[in-house]
């Protein structure tokens, strides 16, 4: 195993939801040794993420990267790196943006782990199975038949084909977020989970909104996903980046499909409120990239050991919306 209370831990993306979370989940376990990469923006929104947490410093993304490609000795008590920082939009289209933030940075960070023997975790997605066509297994061992559908799914994927032709894929572990949703999310505006958004519709309107489907095989309300609450993501992670004999790509979902108008109806539940949904036409521009299933096969964290049950959809909806939301409170309150 490796004892992630030796050395410092570093948190890329330390602001943002999951990455906050990971430090949140961290600090529960005793561990306040952290240094949070992200922008130190006072006045940003996911700042706010940040004030129930403990942390020993925290650097801007370019300072770090700096002080990585230098081998700086003021990272020589690096004893692990969980790299969370990203460009998530799914609709950026500068390609030379993806591939120095995403992809370039990436490489940086794993090139400096595997030289300095440094346990290096880091955020793949989801989003590099595309339309599914190609299964979402985390076994499948010739990855190169993925096709994301847009250029950030394109951005994971590039870095996990370099990582497999290159063997790091034998020392490091990816992990692919499916719908990753709960408390510090707040900061994200439109690209928020549909559980804050709803939340908020319904408190303002008495109602929420949802994409009408445009396949045939799907009827209103009935397009899955695999939501996986925060915290959930959190234990996984925190596993993974615990364990150096652990490596590869792993998918980190729920294991389980379910309809937007299950999350609907577990929304209105955690209000006690009866359902009152409306569907509106799904925009033009997403109706040929939009994901209809998303499923994680999660057997290959479970086959490794990894044996913690995990909430379902409705018991982290209750969670999020009771705790959280209904509260203005983020984790560590």
Request: charged residues 25%.
């Amino acid at each position: 195993m490796h004892d992630l209370g030796k050395g410092i831990t570093v948190v890329t993306g330390g602001a943002g939801l999951i990455g906050s979370a990971v430090i949140w989940g961290l600090n529960q376990k005793g561990f306040q040794n952290i240094l949070l990469v992200d922008e130190d923006n006072p006045s940003a929104p996911k700042k706010k993420n940040l004030e129930n947490l403990s942390f020993h410093r925290q650097l801007n993304p370019k300072n770090f990267r700096e002080l990585v490609r230098c081998k700086s000795q003021d990272l020589q008590d690096i004893h692990t790196i969980i790299h969370l920082g990203a460009c998530s939009s799914t609709t950026e289209t500068n390609v030379d943006y993806l591939n120095d933030n995403n992809l370039g940075y990436t490489q940086d960070l794993c090139e400096f782990s595997i030289e300095s023997n440094v346990r290096f975790v880091y955020a793949s997605s989801a989003a590099t199975y595309g339309d599914g066509s190609h299964g979402m297994s985390d076994q499948e061992p010739d990855i190169r038949k993925l096709q994301p559908l847009n250029l950030y799914g394109w951005s994971k994927h590039k870095f996990d084909l370099i990582a497999k032709e290159r063997s790091w894929d034998d020392h490091i572990a990816g992990l692919k977020y499916f719908n990753v949703f709960g408390p510090n999310e707040e900061h994200k505006g439109h690209m928020r989970s549909v559980v804050s958004k709803a939340y908020q519709q319904i408190c303002e309107t008495g109602k929420m909104t949802l994409f009408k489907s445009h396949h045939p095989d799907y009827e209103d309300g009935k397009q899955m996903r695999d939501f996986l609450y925060v915290k959930d993501a959190v234990k996984m992670t925190i596993w993974l980046a615990s364990d150096e004999q652990v490596n590869g790509l792993f998918n980190l979902g729920s294991g389980q499909a379910r309809t937007w108008l299950d999350l609907g109806y577990s929304i209105f539940k955690a209000i006690n409120q009866n359902p009152n949904i409306e569907f509106l036409d799904m925009p033009e521009i997403l109706r040929e990239k939009y994901q209809y299933f998303t499923e994680a096969n999660i057997q290959k964290i479970r086959s490794a050991g990894y044996n913690q049950p995990l909430l379902s959809l409705e018991q982290g909806v209750m969670d999020y919306v009771q705790q959280y939301l209904q509260k203005g409170e983020r984790l560590g309150a």
